[in-house]
């Protein structure tokens, strides 16, 4: 099993940048496909971006295309994800999970198997 720690959310207003780290333990993240997933109250948790495992495009929700960037430092165990152009519907709960040895590109919450505890980002207009 793997543990999973986010960081990096905040408070901030309509157009600002955030960086969310994940530190990653127990085991090395080449063998997980990894995602970045968000929930807001009373909606369901939402698929941001995941990086598959063994290498291919990393994915982006729409809503994020062109704003957020994933990556992931293999040396450090990490993935982060930067937030720029923050918008006040981008305000929810970040979660950091994992997915060991699922192909292709996972988008679904079934499919990973640990989660971090979340962080919080709030976008005020």
């Known amino acids: 099993q793997v543990q999973l720690v986010e960081s990096g959310g905040g408070l901030v207003q309509a157009g600002a940048s955030l960086r969310l780290s994940c530190a990653v333990s127990?085991?090395?993240?080449?063998?997980?496909?990894m995602g970045w997933f968000r929930q807001s109250p009373g909606l369901e948790r939402e698929l941001v971006s995941l990086?598959?495992?063994?290498?291919?495009?990393?994915y982006y929700a729409d809503f994020v295309k062109g704003r957020f960037t994933m990556s992931r430092d293999y040396a450090a165990n990490m993935v982060y994800l930067q937030m720029n152009a923050l918008q006040p519907e981008d305000t929810a709960v970040y979660y950091c999970?994992?997915?060991?040895?699922?192909?292709?590109?996972?988008?679904?919450?079934?499919?990973?198997?640990?989660w971090g505890q979340g962080t919080q980002v709030t976008v005020s207009s």
């Open positions: 127990g085991s090395q993240i080449s063998a997980y496909a």
């Open positions: 990086i598959p495992w063994g290498g291919g495009s990393t």
């Open positions: 999970a994992a997915a060991r040895g699922i192909s292709g590109v996972p988008k679904t919450t079934a499919a990973y198997n640990d």
